[in-house]
């Protein structure tokens, strides 16, 4: 096993990787970060290896199901309409996932390497939601007029928050329970993430959050004997629901009181999905070739995929739409063994139950935020996957130092 030293520069690089890879357009310093990680990581490995004689191993979880959706992706490439567009989207979308994913699977050898996980995450988020911030008390805005945090737009911004506030949460329940120094920055750090989301102005983030909470809620519902213990969380989803309420009033005017139905049908969500489903359904067993913008590629004139509807602003719909329904289905089997990977050793150990508390809260916020747009591609793929290997690691930990019970 690599002592610390030998860990500090894998780490310290995958450090600088975490705080990179929210931004739009860092793709240079994205894979620089990537490269110097993978770098310092396997020379270590070679280190480890030529003093100790001991081979390394290498964790590739959920290994065939990546494999089945890159093959179902690249025999699309058949009749895909763009294939050398769709070639590229592969690699990037589903090799450099897998990628992100097994390098935070291998990366994270140790249990203690949680406190390093999680100090990144809280530097990083402090960095960028301050940026927000600063920007938002200025009166200006960090793109197309809106407010998302470095170079980087609403959508991007608010699926970062939505990805990282479990882990912000973990942080801080670690504090309090130790009652370290830092539990109260932390504290003001999560409530300065909610008050993000909130001048973003995105609806569907704070869905998102409600729906993490409610997975937080239904893991503690058997813990909780007395009313008032379910009050805070109470309360939250209830300021979650008048926020929400609010933006709605603010998008709808004066057809605020028709609903989410209208809200959808006046921003050209519903009809766009009502087509780009039943188009590909006409050849369900293949789409139009993997990539986010496979639907403008296949119906370039169409009234309905002008302007920003390149895509079908929903990630089932756009797997659909690219890779028919057995890549969708792949794509679906995957999230669910991840999720079933997560929960299936949550009482073996205490860290493994946080561990999949957290990962389960993730995969529902990730899920129900892009159900109205699909952001789950590039920069918030990656974070997302490499967070879940992570997990997984920390929980493979948890499981190697847990006694067995005679």
């Not at 894979?31 to 270590?44: D, H, I, K, P, T």
């Not at 309090?176 to 569907?204: D, E, H, S, V």
């Amino acid at each position: 096993m690599m002592n610390w030293p030998a860990c500090f520069w894998p780490l310290a690089s995958a450090s600088l990787l975490l705080l990179v890879l929210p931004l739009e357009g860092s793709a240079a310093l994205r894979n620089l970060a990537l490269l110097l990680c993978c770098s310092a990581f396997g020379l270590n490995l070679w280190r480890q290896w030529s003093l100790t004689g001991e081979r390394p191993r290498f964790q590739l979880p959920l290994w065939p199901l990546w494999g089945l959706y890159a093959g179902i992706a690249a025999i699309g490439l058949a009749w895909a309409v763009d294939p050398a567009y769709s070639g590229k989207e592969i690699r990037l979308e589903i090799l450099f996932a897998a990628l992100y994913f097994w390098l935070g699977a291998n990366l994270l050898r140790r249990a203690d390497d949680l406190r390093w996980l999680l100090a990144s995450l809280c530097s990083g988020n402090l960095l960028l939601v301050g940026y927000t911030l600063n920007v938002w008390l200025a009166g200006g805005a960090t793109k197309d007029g809106l407010i998302g945090t470095y170079h980087t737009g609403v959508g991007n911004f608010s699926t970062y928050l939505v990805t990282i506030l479990p882990f912000l949460a973990w942080a801080l329940r670690q504090a309090w329970i130790q009652r370290q120094g830092w539990r109260w920055p932390l504290l003001l750090l999560l409530a300065a993430n909610f008050f993000a989301i909130y001048i973003t102005a995105n609806r569907q983030a704070i869905v998102a959050v409600a729906a993490e909470l409610l997975v937080v809620l239904a893991w503690l519902a058997p813990r909780l004997r007395q009313p008032r213990q379910w009050l805070p969380v109470l309360l939250v989803l209830a300021v979650l629901a008048g926020v929400f309420q609010q933006q709605m009033s603010k998008r709808l005017g004066n057809e605020a009181g028709s609903g989410i139905v209208a809200a959808l049908e006046r921003d050209g969500r519903l009809p766009i999905w009502k087509f780009a489903i039943g188009e590909a359904l006409a050849h369900p067993w293949h789409g139009g070739g993997m990539g986010r913008e496979s639907l403008i590629r296949q119906y370039p004139e169409h009234p309905l995929t002008q302007g920003v509807f390149v895509h079908a602003h929903n990630m089932l719909v756009n797997r659909l739409v690219q890779l028919g329904v057995p890549g969708l289905l792949a794509f679906v089997a995957l999230f669910a063994a991840l999720a079933w990977a997560l929960w299936r050793h949550r009482r073996v150990a205490p860290l493994a139950r946080q561990v999949a508390v957290v990962g389960l809260a993730v995969c529902a916020g990730v899920w129900v935020k892009n159900m109205t747009d699909d952001f789950f591609v590039r920069e918030q793929a990656y974070l997302f996957w490499f967070l879940a290997g992570a997990l997984l690691a920390l929980q493979r930990q948890a499981l190697a130092t847990t006694t067995p019970q005679s």
